[in-house]
């Protein structure tokens, strides 16, 4: 297979048209148009177009994939955002506002000014007293032992996703018997 280029014109509408051209024996071909945006969009370090499939992070080694459902939590750091996987963390040059509203609809919610929480992998939500007597919320997670502070103004949200989350976990459990 040769070398391949795309013409992407945008029309007045808003719409995108991408044609496949190999410039080499000049053949047009059909074009997965998105396969090609998640292509151009894994460039930008996330695929933004629906559910999210994956983020792009680089390391020594050279840059991987990260699958959006195998995130438990994202924490800001900086000017990065920390993104934590069973077995470790990675840095990621975007930040939490940049994607908390595309992560809302994978069941991501936001605990604290500085976290986003994967709610597919919270085991609980505790809570304590802390030294000066006021009660504060924490999020424990399957698998790993990290802790996540909830802010008092995510508290109602955080409890209302986790209880959304259990229901339905219990009605896919119901329907599958």
Not at 74 to 84: F, G, H, N
Not at 106 to 120: E, H, I, K, S
Not at 142 to 156: G, Y
């Amino acid at each position: 297979m040769g070398k391949h280029d795309y013409l992407v014109s945008f029309k007045e509408d808003g719409e995108v048209d991408i044609r496949g051209v190999n410039f080499i024996t000049r053949e047009a071909f059909e074009v997965d148009e998105h396969a090609f945006l998640k292509k151009l969009n894994l460039y930008k370090g996330f695929v933004p177009k629906g559910k999210p499939p994956a983020f792009v992070v680089s390391d020594r080694k050279g840059m991987r994939s990260i699958a959006v459902d195998e995130v438990f939590y994202l924490k800001s750091q900086d000017k990065y955002t920390v993104i934590r996987t069973v077995n470790k963390s990675d840095l990621l040059q975007l930040s939490l506002v940049e994607l908390e509203e595309q992560l809302r609809v994978v069941g991501f919610v936001r605990a604290n000014r500085n976290a986003l929480v994967n709610m597919n992998y919270v085991r609980a939500i505790d809570h304590f007293h802390s030294a000066s007597g006021t009660q504060q919320s924490i999020v424990r997670f399957h698998v790993i032992d990290d802790e996540i502070i909830v802010s008092r103004r995510s508290t109602a949200l955080m409890h209302d996703a986790f209880r959304e989350r259990a229901f339905l976990d219990y009605r896919r459990r119901a329907f599958v018997r």
